[in-house]
């Protein structure tokens, strides 16, 4: 037992004043003579026998008295730890993701941890409280009440390796103080793992909060399986996270207006499919019921009329490959002579195509620059007859390499670098042995090997990009290669030319980069917006001769349908959906790890840290006991006698 007034147990010395007056209190007593004295002798013996215990009793109670004011004053109290004087600072990581909205035995883990942080720490005592969103440092709780409470759902999640490191950054430099860094979270399987590195200055605790149901259903994606001229199919992908579900219900709705409705059974993966008109304006929403997350009930969508994408094609070669190719139902395709070449045409094209030219004027070369520099794409195919400074310099706009002398020599294509932007979803796994195109002459060149995109047996590049810009080093035609009957031609230029002009997806994830080119023409003044019907941002843009490329990172911050903007004029309509990632509920485990304590609500925790830092104080008892002691001294002085 400590006190926190010590000085003043010197106070217990002045118990001997009354003591000493009890002691020294003598009495004495006078005879008087009276006649039958036996029987008044006995009496008197009595009589002092009782006032004796009656004052040594009231001398015991008023020492007690004294003895119970005087240590209530210097305000006793004793802890269970060695740290209870010790400054103590409180950080808490409250993860607000959306696997936090599962349902636990007292409402969803996000509420009822919010509501425990309020009911266990003193509204008053200093804390810093950090989520995927925001950061509360050296606060009260009193403070920040209102935004726990109206704390919202993020897909921003931070690793646990970033929130450790935000977390201890709230501390303080004070290296003498307990520092208590709590981890509120359902602790939902990552990537990596969860580690704790070595910190002899913070006491990390894992609250880990687990749902009553882990059952879960996910809309997991949508898109167009099969298109024809009146129709296109619209796939539904859904996943079951749990027990096999029977006729799960799945709408369709068009501006809030419910278009079709399918019933699908759900055990693992599963998909819906729906028939929508082709060409048609379609502001999507596929929608689920399920209890358990509700941020994977729906899916957000756009269908539209789609704008076609100009290519100029530049010929001094046969160019039907290339119309079949770049066909009218999505393309605009113009094929043009190189002695009858409009340079002016350039500017209002997405892609433009040099076939076989022998040479490339340094006029031509700069009205590419200049078109690739706004926003435009070329692709390049040598002649065998091609003057090679005149491509080289080209090429050198574009850090394509260089061509060195033309070899006579057949070349078999073999190689295909997968992970290249042109060929994304191109191939459904990686294949090692195919039919092989070749060449029968190709440029000796030098090309990087991440801008190769097809190479030859020896390693040297067939096709390279780089920068908006796409060379083969060799000639296409009939005589010299069998390229055009490849399987590999079609994806190829195509996606070259469908990249050219990025129109907009189905739909893009919320807090991923996002680039949309819109196809409009704007004048120096203007600039395009972003609106979700309550709020208006102006987003990253570029705007080029025929189109203006947006780029989104933090907008919009929830799912839905937002309007792209000139003025109050729409553009377009844009769908964002969060990211599935937290759909499936699967956990750590956390109880292999070393220098942590784990429990499995915030109340615990909160109160383990409390009982460590906190006193039992005696006062209050001290001064029952002096009352009670008190009372005594009254009945005793009343009927003591």
Request: aromatic share 10%.
């Amino acid at each position: 037992m400590q006190f926190k007034y010590p000085e003043l147990l010197y106070a217990l010395l002045l118990l001997v004043i009354p003591i000493i007056v009890h002691l020294f209190q003598l009495r004495r007593f006078q005879k008087v003579a009276f006649t039958n004295v036996q029987f008044l002798k006995r009496i008197t013996i009595q009589t002092r026998k009782s006032s004796q215990l009656k004052k040594w009793l009231t001398l015991l109670i008023r020492l007690l008295l004294l003895t119970c004011i005087i240590l209530a004053f210097a305000q006793p109290y004793f802890s269970n730890t060695d740290t209870f004087n010790t400054k103590n600072e409180t950080v808490i990581y409250l993860d607000n993701s959306f696997s936090m909205q599962a349902q636990g035995a007292n409402g969803t883990l996000l509420n009822r941890a919010v509501q425990d942080i309020l009911e266990r720490v003193d509204g008053d005592d200093p804390i810093s409280i950090l989520t995927n969103t925001s950061s509360f440092k050296n606060t009260t709780l009193k403070a920040i009440k209102n935004d726990l409470i109206d704390l919202k759902y993020t897909p921003n999640q931070l690793t646990y390796e970033a929130a450790l490191l935000k977390g201890k950054q709230l501390f303080s430099e004070d290296n003498s103080a307990v520092k208590n860094l709590v981890f509120i979270s359902d602790f939902q399987q990552k990537d990596a793992e969860f580690s704790n590195p070595t910190d002899s200055l913070v006491r990390l605790r894992l609250v880990k909060l687990t749902p009553t149901n882990l059952n879960n259903i996910a809309i997991d994606s949508t898109f167009i399986a099969k298109r024809s001229i009146d129709n296109l199919e619209l796939e539904v992908v859904l996943k079951n996270f749990g027990d096999p579900i029977e006729n799960v219900p799945v709408s369709l709705y068009n501006k809030n207006k419910l278009i079709a409705k399918s019933a699908v059974t759900l055990d693992g993966k599963n998909s819906v499919i729906f028939t929508i008109p082709t060409n048609s304006e379609f502001d999507g929403k596929i929608a689920i019921e399920d209890p358990n997350l509700q941020y994977d009930n729906s899916l957000y969508f756009n269908l539209e009329e789609t704008a076609k994408i100009n290519v100029l094609s530049i010929n001094d070669a046969d160019d039907a490959f290339l119309s079949k190719i770049y066909s009218e139902d999505e393309f605009s395709y113009t094929a043009t002579s190189f002695k009858n070449l409009n340079y002016n045409s350039i500017n209002n094209q997405n892609l433009v195509v040099l076939n076989e030219l022998n040479s490339v004027p340094s006029s031509l070369t700069v009205a590419l620059k200049a078109f690739t520099d706004d926003g435009g794409s070329v692709l390049i195919i040598p002649s065998e007859n091609a003057q090679i400074s005149d491509y080289n310099a080209l090429f050198s706009n574009y850090n394509l390499g260089s061509f060195n002398e033309l070899k006579a020599s057949e070349k078999m294509i073999t190689a295909i670098n997968f992970s290249h932007p042109l060929l994304t979803n191109v191939f459904d796994k990686r294949i090692s042995n195919f039919q092989y195109p070749k060449v029968n002459s190709f440029f000796d060149n030098s090309a990087n090997a991440t801008s190769a995109i097809l190479s030859y047996e020896n390693g040297q590049s067939f096709l390279s990009g780089m920068d908006q810009a796409y060379r083969f080093s060799a000639a296409l035609n009939d005589d010299n290669s069998n390229f055009k009957n490849s399987p590999l031609i079609v994806p190829v230029l195509y996606n070259i030319g469908k990249q050219s002009l990025k129109m907009g997806d189905l739909y893009y994830e919320i807090a991923s980069e996002n680039r949309i080119d819109i196809p409009v023409t704007l004048t120096q003044d203007e600039i395009l917006s972003l609106d979700d019907g309550e709020n208006s941002v102006i987003p990253l843009q570029r705007t080029y001769a025929n189109k203006v490329a947006l780029t989104t990172n933090d907008y919009p911050e929830k799912a839905g349908i937002i309007s792209v903007k000139n003025n109050e004029r729409i553009l377009k309509n844009m769908s964002f959906n969060y990211n599935r990632s937290e759909s499936q509920l699967r956990y750590l485990n956390l109880e292999n790890l070393n220098g942590v304590t784990v429990s499995d609500s915030v109340a615990t925790a909160i109160d383990d840290i409390k009982s460590a830092s906190n006193v039992n104080e005696l006062w209050k008892w001290f001064v029952i006991f002096a009352l009670i002691f008190l009372l005594i001294e009254l009945l005793i002085l009343k009927f003591l006698k």
